[in-house]
């Protein structure tokens, strides 16, 4: 499998998102190696969206989004929860990032399994929050440089044969921009 480059991350951001599912998330944790294929994802731009973490300015929180494309954003959301997003966005726009909401397990899911409280195989990684508690992310993930070898990193994968268009999930802004994209069945 061969890491996805910097250049794949430095296109516009829509085009990222699309382009991530069907590849390939793998997670090392200690010797153990956990991987699973990207399902679903929504992409979150600057100023062009007021559904973004970037709208407004840069924080300490959203800071990544505005740094290196191929870089992991990490957020904690309701007071205990960790998404994981990967930076995209072309030169031309300050920030962007891609939220990874699903993936399909593939390998270490019983170690997914566990850090997951022994859900169903269905359960483990079908939302943002559930796939980073799966894949053992938390904050000290963030801003981590995913286009090396390393304990997180994204690989290609397979090519799906139909991708769902919809708007993105439990947002009350910019509902109208058609910007999660799922693998259909």
Sequence with gaps: MTILPREFYAR???TVAKKLLGKKIIRKIGKQEISGIITETEAYRHKDDPASHAFNKMTERNK?????VGCSYVYFTYGMYYCFNIVAKTPKIAAG???IRAMIP??????MQ????????ENISNGPAKLAQALNISKDQYGLDLTVKSKLYITDGITPKKIV????IGISKATDKLWNFKIKN
């Design 12 to 14: 516009d951001t829509v």
């Design 64 to 68: 990544a989004m505005f740094n290196e």
């Design 97 to 99: 990032a891609v939220l």
């Design 106 to 111: 593939e390998k270490g899911i019983k170690v």
């Design 114 to 121: 566990n850090n997951r409280g022994n859900v169903k195989l």
């Design 165 to 168: 268009v919809s708007p993105r």
